[in-house]
């Protein structure tokens, strides 16, 4: 599970790639490979309720590789036990998991913490 630009570079190396956005912004606008991808190798989906990704032959998908570039600090703590089964699911045996988390505030214009999950560096670790 990566994100834009990626999944056309794994996809072009040969390798299954799927990109998971909880947000429909990028499809809407046609952003990066959404206007080509869209359904095929990219899907908006809500990570927190149980899914599955399944390959041309409907068989469940499981990667070597899943990644989250700053996602875990928008879900809310109740919500992360079916994130990680989600990605339990999907992740090889041997796979790996590649996570980055911003651990500061961040208030839109509205003053809305989009940041609802903020927590340290050894918090997350520990979760």
């Given amino acids: 599970m990566l994100g834009r630009g990626a999944v056309r570079d794994f ?15 990028s499809l809407k606008l046609k952003k990066g490979e959404w206007g080509t991808l869209y359904n095929s190798h ?4 809500d990570i927190t309720k149980p ?5 041309d032959l409907q068989k469940d998908c499981r ?8 996602v875990l600090e928008h879900i809310k703590i109740e919500d992360l ?11 090889d ?11 500061t505030s961040n208030v839109n214009e509205n003053e809305k913490e989009y940041h609802v ?9 520990e979760i």
């Fill in 11 to 25: 996809l072009e190396g040969g390798a299954t790639a799927a990109g998971l956005e909880g947000s429909d912004a």
């Fill in 42 to 45: 990219l899907f908006t989906c």
């Fill in 117 to 125: 999950n903020q927590k340290s560096k050894n918090e997350w670790i």
């Fill in 81 to 91: 036990n079916i994130l990680v089964k989600n990605i339990l699911n999907h992740l």
């Fill in 51 to 55: 899914f599955t990704i399944k390959d």
């Fill in 93 to 103: 045996d041997n796979g790996l998991l590649i996570v980055s988390i911003d651990c």
């Fill in 63 to 70: 990667f070597n590789l899943i990644t989250l570039w700053e």
